[in-house]
């Protein structure tokens, strides 16, 4: 589902980029009815999902959302402070998206990270080309970067923002959604 080098990200802005398999599963785990799990009822739930899961890409509006955010710490060389070092791994599916038309993926409001390919205050992703239903996800890891507490925004909208943008290459944008607010802790890690 990639067209580009995941891989490529990865010296410029600590990333690293994992696809990640959009199954009916994963899709019905996520569904909720005011609120509630539905992946607990046992009558009816998997012939929904699995309906779900057969419409064409276009009865959905086009989606990006985070799933999943996890953190993970090592061991900081010896004398950091603190003393340990911080990972986050972030689950991220589209929907809603034509097939066969790739899908650029940036963070956006990422301040003070080097232009990698995304505009000022942004970093690319990676570009995913949609399923034949119009989906696609993958897990972007990223090393987090130390950042004092007095430095952190906390305005309304300058949260980290996912922004997914569909085009053919070199034409205007046909497509685009974004998922804010997303937590600052996917790229940072507060220090005193």
């Known amino acids: 589902m990639t ?3 995941p891989t490529s990200l990865a010296p410029r802005a600590g990333i690293t980029i994992r696809e990640l398999e959009v199954t009916p599963d994963l899709l019905g785990g996520g569904l909720t009815l005011w609120g509630a799990p539905l992946a ?3 009558v009816g739930v998997s012939d929904l ?10 009865t959905w509006p086009t989606t990006i959302f985070v799933r999943e955010i996890s953190l993970s710490t090592a061991p900081a060389p010896a004398g950091s402070s603190p003393p340990e070092a911080v ?6 599916i589209g929907y809603g998206f034509e097939p066969g038309i790739p899908v650029r993926t940036k963070w956006n409001n990422a301040f003070g990270f080097p232009d990698n390919g995304a505009g000022a205050n942004s970093i690319l992703l990676q570009t995913s080309t949609p399923d034949e239903h119009g989906r696609f996800g993958f897990v972007a890891t990223h090393t987090t970067v130390k950042r004092a507490a007095k430095d952190w925004y906390w305005e ?3 949260q980290l923002v996912l922004v997914a943008q569909q085009a053919q290459p070199g034409g205007p944008i046909l497509r685009d959604a974004f998922d804010r607010p997303i937590p600052p802790h996917v790229l940072w890690q507060w220090v005193p």
């Open 156 to 158: 309304s909208n300058n």
């Open 40 to 42: 607990g009822l046992r």
């Open 3 to 5: 067209d580009a080098d």
């Open 49 to 58: 999902v699995t309906s779900l899961w057969e419409l064409s890409w276009d």
């Open 87 to 92: 990972a986050s791994h972030v689950s991220i």
